[in-house]
Nanobody, 115 residues
Framework: QVQLVESGGGLVQAGESRRLTCTAS????????LAWYRQTPGRQRELVAS???????AYKDFAKGRFTISRDNAKSAAYLQMNNLRPEDSAVYFC?????????WGQGTQVTVSS
């Protein structure tokens, strides 16, 4: 089945930017509605942003105006551009399909925002 790998996280300071990358293999990438999720210890994984196969996007309130989701079907890749990061954005970020059935969750990429 589809395998997903997230990358691009790291330690950043508040106000800085970061771009996350999701690469996929094992499926027809262009057919998927994609999404970025995030999870912090003790909390349920939550949706951050989504992008459908035709390219329309949607964002959770905390991401609006700061985050941008995009995709490159030719590269089987999705991206999350995060600007003006805040400490509360610290989490492990994952990509997956928007709708079930979903691929197996990858390891995610840790984003830590310090003040």
């Amino acid at each position: 089945q589809v395998q997903l790998v997230e990358s691009g996280g790291g330690l950043v300071q508040a106000g800085e930017s970061r771009r996350l990358t999701c690469t996929a293999s094992g499926g027809d990438f262009s057919l998927y509605h994609l999404a970025w999720y995030r999870q912090t210890p003790g909390r349920q994984r939550e949706l951050v942003a989504s992008i459908r196969d035709v390219g329309d996007t949607a964002y959770k309130d905390f991401a609006k105006g700061r985050f941008t989701i995009s995709r490159d079907n030719a590269k089987s890749a999705a991206y999350l551009q995060m600007n003006n990061l805040r400490p509360e954005d610290s989490a492990v970020y994952f990509c997956n399909t928007l709708n079930p059935p979903r691929a197996s969750w990858g390891q995610g990429t840790q984003v830590t925002v310090s003040s």
